[in-house]
């Protein structure tokens, strides 16, 4: 046998080398020797052969039969079963190299008979790969399954959060909020099942089975529900969500133990808020329920569905506004502006504000309980314990018909006029278009106008329906502060107040005490204070 640089031959009287080539090293002929099964072998008449570069036959070894070996195949597996290898012992170079069926043969008896790599075992033959170790076998290791996870579609703990962007606009750090505020319904987190796995094979041929993934709840606490199929979490109730005792929840009320400032960020919450502390100037607390505050409320916007109560008092700076559906309650207004579609209570002052209350504005049970400067409107009753000021600061007070009521009013009946005017030419063209349609010379162009047209008067007819609706209802406000209107002072009314009972107004000139003012006979007429 021989390569392109050594040759190696054998006859009864030993083994022989031959240096073909010159450029050869000593380490590459022994290799070479291994290789064609040679493993005993004259290593000093080897290293001359190389160093003297010999180019005649040189025994290099004795010829020893029992020494020409077989090839000898060893298969071996991975202890977890999912590869086999084969390494093969060159067999003497006169014997046989051994064949692909040879190792396919020698891998079934050691019982491998799945994943044979036969491209793998082609190239040991045809490269005569000896003494390398190659994977001849792979097993499919099993897929475990994947364990349930929960999803958060809403995460208290980033409320407020905002992405850093790349942009040189400034955030407007009163916009966020540290609360999360939820309505019932929202969709919270969403469960992603465990998957059951898929099970493996050994390259024995043996199942390998896939351990199923692990389920996992849903951390549920209170004001929370998990669906149906039991892949989502579900809001129950209005309100805030927030972690507690590692579950989620959702409170209707919501509790902030300090100011409403940069820390806190504005609110807009649905359900209850209570603030310990004050809210700051430029920052807005918005509810559907009640909403109660310690301290102080500056130049803020409060406003909510329900009631107000503010334990000190408004310092508005002329830009504050307190809105309410329901009662405001507070210690004093100052520069403000307040309406309540009920009753407004304060304690000891109104100063330079604008006020409006559908029923009554009371100031009362303080050591002044005044009002002085600014418009103060009531739809019943005005009633406070000093009323203007000794410097005579200009002071209006309207009960009975409040102006913004009245200038709906006019609104809502100019908008049902042009309603009519339109309905009148809609019902026009309609009937002709039908009249058409009736003798067949109705195209397609005129039947989507004619389809458009009727969609257009449907929902013109309930546009009008809601406004009659709201127009009544304003009507019936208007005729109950007809019959109730009146301006009482349990203490001084100083010159500079102006009073409109029912459109028809009344100039205080002098200091009156203990006086009532109400409408007679289509003039504002003064009175004692419980008359």
């Known amino acids: 046998m021989a390569d392109d640089t050594l040759k190696i031959e054998a006859d009864s009287s030993g083994i022989y080398l031959t240096l073909v080539?010159?450029?050869?090293?000593?380490?590459?002929?022994?290799?070479?020797?291994?290789?064609?099964?040679?493993?005993?072998?004259?290593?000093?008449?080897?290293?001359?052969?190389?160093?003297?570069?010999?180019?005649?036959?040189?025994?290099?070894a004795e010829r020893n039969v029992a020494d020409e070996k077989d090839a000898v195949i060893d298969v071996q597996i991975a202890k977890d079963g999912l590869s086999a290898t084969v390494s093969v012992e060159s067999p003497f170079f006169?014997?046989?190299?051994?064949?692909?069926?040879?190792?396919?043969?020698?891998?079934?008896?050691?019982?491998?008979?799945?994943?044979?790599?036969?491209?793998?075992?082609?190239?040991?033959?045809?490269?005569?790969?000896?003494?390398?170790?190659?994977?001849?076998?792979?097993?499919?290791?099993?897929?475990?399954?994947?364990?349930?996870?929960?999803?958060?579609?809403?995460?208290?703990?980033?409320?407020?959060?905002?992405?850093?962007?790349?942009?040189?606009?400034?955030?407007?750090?009163?916009?966020?909020?540290?609360?999360?505020?939820?309505?019932?319904?929202?969709?919270?987190?969403?469960?992603?099942?465990?998957?059951?796995?898929?099970?493996?094979?050994?390259?024995?041929?043996?199942?390998?089975?896939?351990?199923?993934?692990?389920?996992?709840?849903?951390?549920i606490g209170s004001g929370v529900e998990v669906s149906e199929d039991g892949l989502s979490l579900f809001a129950s109730l209005d309100g805030r969500l927030l972690r507690r005792d590692k579950k989620l929840v959702v409170l209707p009320e919501l509790e902030v133990g300090g100011d409403v400032d940069f820390g806190i960020g504005n609110i807009n919450f649905t359900g209850t808020v209570k603030i310990k502390g004050s809210v700051r100037d430029g920052f807005?607390?918005?509810?559907?329920?009640?909403?109660?505050?310690?301290?102080?409320?500056?130049?803020?916007?409060?406003?909510?569905?329900g009631n107000i109560t503010i334990g000190g008092g408004v310092r508005g700076m002329n830009k504050g506004k307190i809105l309410a559906d329901g009662t405001i309650k507070m210690g004093f207004a100052d520069q403000a502006y307040l309406r309540s579609r009920?009753?407004?209570?304060?304690?000891?002052?109104?100063?330079?504000?604008?006020?409006?209350?559908?029923?009554?504005?009371?100031?009362?049970?303080?050591?002044?309980?005044?009002?002085?400067?600014?418009?103060?409107?009531?739809?019943?009753?005005?009633?406070?314990?000093?009323?203007?000021?000794?410097?005579?600061?200009?002071?209006?007070i309207v009960v009975g018909l409040p102006p913004d009521q009245v200038e709906r009013r006019k609104e809502l009946q100019n908008l049902l006029s042009q309603h009519s005017e339109e309905n009148e030419k809609v019902e026009a063209n309609l009937g002709f278009l039908k009249k058409l349609?009736?003798?067949?010379?109705?195209?397609?162009?005129?039947?989507?106008?004619?389809?458009?047209?009727?969609?257009?008067?449907?929902?013109?007819?309930?546009?009008?329906?809601?406004?009659?609706?709201?127009?009544?209802?304003?009507e019936e406000r208007l005729e109950l502060?007809?019959?109730?209107?009146?301006?009482?002072?349990?203490?001084?009314?100083?010159?500079?107040?102006?009073?409109t009972i029912r459109g028809v107004s009344y100039a205080v000139q002098s200091p009156f005490k203990f006086a009532s003012f109400v409408y007679v006979d289509g003039e504002v007429k003064m009175r004692s204070y419980d008359a």
């Not at 064609?36 to 080897?46: C, D, P, S």
């Not at 180019?55 to 290099?60: A, S």
């Not at 929202?186 to 043996?206: Q, R, Y």
Request: charged share 30%; aromatic share 4%; with cysteine.
């Open 94 to 219: 006169t014997k046989p190299w051994p064949s692909a069926a040879d190792i396919e043969e020698r891998l079934a008896q050691r019982g491998v008979t799945f994943g044979i790599d036969k491209e793998a075992i082609e190239d040991m033959v045809s490269l005569k790969m000896a003494s390398t170790v190659v994977v001849t076998a792979n097993g499919e290791p099993p897929k475990n399954g994947a364990n349930a996870s929960i999803q958060l579609i809403l995460d208290p703990d980033k409320a407020g959060e905002q992405e850093a962007e790349q942009t040189t606009e400034k955030i407007d750090y009163r916009t966020r909020s540290v609360f999360l505020n939820v309505h019932k319904g929202d969709k919270i987190a969403e469960k992603h099942p465990a998957t059951e796995g898929k099970d493996g094979t050994s390259v024995l041929g043996v199942t390998l089975k896939a351990a199923p993934g692990k389920d996992v709840s849903f951390p």
């Open 437 to 474: 349609e009736q003798t067949g010379k109705l195209d397609d162009e005129k039947r989507q106008i004619l389809v458009k047209l009727t969609q257009a008067k449907f929902k013109a007819q309930a546009s009008v329906r809601a406004m009659q609706e709201e127009l009544k209802e304003l």
């Open 284 to 305: 807005s607390v918005v509810a559907t329920g009640d909403i109660e505050i310690k301290e102080m409320v500056e130049g803020a916007h409060i406003e909510t569905a």
């Open 21 to 60: 080539a010159d450029e050869i090293s000593l380490p590459a002929v022994m290799r070479f020797l291994e290789g064609q099964g040679v493993r005993k072998y004259n290593a000093k008449a080897v290293e001359e052969l190389v160093r003297q570069k010999i180019h005649t036959r040189q025994r290099i």
């Open 342 to 396: 009920e009753d407004i209570e304060v304690k000891n002052a109104i100063l330079h504000s604008e006020v409006i209350a559908q029923n009554n504005v009371t100031v009362m049970g303080g050591s002044k309980s005044q009002i002085a400067g600014g418009k103060v409107q009531a739809g019943v009753e005005v009633v406070c314990q000093t009323l203007g000021s000794e410097m005579g600061t200009k002071t209006e």
């Open 481 to 499: 502060g007809k019959s109730k209107g009146v301006v009482r002072v349990k203490g001084v009314c100083y010159p500079g107040v102006s009073i």
